[in-house]
T-cell receptor, first 110, second 114 residues
Framework: TQLLEQSPQFLSIQEGENLTVYCNSS?????LQWYRQEPGEGPVLLVT?????EVKKLKRLTFQFGDARKDSSLHITAAQPGDTGLYLC??????????FGRGTSLIVHP | DTAVSQTPKYLVTQMGNDKSIKCEQN?????MYWYKQDSKKFLKIMFS???????INETVPNRFSPKSPDKAHLNLHINSLELGDSAVYFC?????????????FGPGTRLTVL
C-alpha cells in the first residue's frame, strides 16, 4: 500500500494555464516536503510545510498543508515551460526518513 | 562546486556481476542516504547513515552493501546483479537526521543490468 498518493500522475498543459497537484494520505505527517526533479537530475527541495493549514508561496507556486496534516496541494499559476518536471511530495513521520509519493509528471508546452 | 556527486553516471553490466557506485558530499553533512528510483519514478529509501553508522536499512536484499569510510562518503556495492536491479540510484545527504530536514540529492547513477 502506497503511503502517499499523488494525483494526477501525468499533466500536459499549455503555457499560461493554472494547475493543482495533490498529495494525499491516511497518515498524519509531522512535516511534508515538495521536491521537483528534472530529467537526468536528482530531486531539489521546493518547500517544507510543518503546521496544519500552513500556506507557503514561492513565486508562482503556492503550497498548502492540510489542517489534519494528512494531505497537501501544490498550485502553479500561469505555468511556464521551465516548470516542466516531476513533482514529488515526501512526508516525514517518526523515523525522520521521508516517504515519497509516486510523483506528478508535468509538461508545460510553449 | 558539486554538493553531492556520484560516479559513475551510467553503469551497464551483465547479470551476475558485482559493481560499486560511489557517493561524496562536500556539504559537511552528518547524514547520507541511498535511494532507488524505478522505471515508474517511485523513489524508495534503501539505507541511511548518520555519522558513519547505519541507522536505516529498509527491506533490501543483502546483495546490497553500503559502506561509509567517513562522513563525506557513502558507497554502494551490489553483488550478483539481477535484472530487477536496473534503476536509477540516488545518493543524498542532509545536515542531520530530523524532521523537515532538507535532503540534497546527487545526479543519480543509471544502472542497467543485461
Amino acid at each position: 500500500t502506497q503511503l502517499l498518493e499523488q494525483s494526477p500522475q501525468f499533466l500536459s498543459i499549455q503555457e499560461g494555464e493554472n494547475l493543482t497537484v495533490y498529495c494525499n494520505s491516511s497518515s498524519v505527517f509531522s512535516s511534508l516536503q515538495w521536491y521537483r526533479q528534472e530529467p537526468g537530475e536528482g530531486p531539489v527541495l521546493l518547500v517544507t510545510v510543518v503546521t496544519g493549514g500552513e500556506v507557503k508561496k514561492l513565486k508562482r507556486l503556492t503550497f498548502q498543508f492540510g489542517d489534519a496534516r494528512k494531505d497537501s496541494s501544490l498550485h502553479i499559476t500561469a505555468a511556464q515551460p521551465g516548470d516542466t518536471g516531476l513533482y514529488l511530495c515526501a512526508g516525514v513521520r517518526g523515523s525522520y526518513i521521508p516517504t515519497f509519493g509516486r510523483g506528478t509528471s508535468l509538461i508545460v508546452h510553449p | 562546486d558539486t554538493a553531492v556527486s556520484q560516479t559513475p553516471k551510467y553503469l551497464v553490466t551483465q547479470m551476475g556481476n558485482d559493481k560499486s557506485i560511489k557517493c561524496e558530499q562536500n556539504l559537511g553533512h552528518d547524514t547520507m542516504y541511498w535511494y532507488k528510483q524505478d522505471s515508474k519514478k517511485f523513489l524508495k529509501i534503501m539505507f541511511s547513515y548518520n555519522n558513519k553508522e547505519l541507522i536505516i536499512n529498509e527491506t533490501v536484499p543483502n546483495r546490497f552493501s553500503p559502506k561509509s569510510p567517513d562522513k563525506a562518503h557513502l558507497n554502494l556495492h551490489i553483488n550478483s546483479l539481477e535484472l530487477g536491479d536496473s534503476a536509477v540510484y540516488f545518493c543524498a545527504s542532509s545536515q542531520y537526521i530530523g524532521d523537515g530536514n532538507e535532503q540534497f540529492f546527487g545526479p543519480g547513477t543509471r544502472l542497467t543490468v543485461l
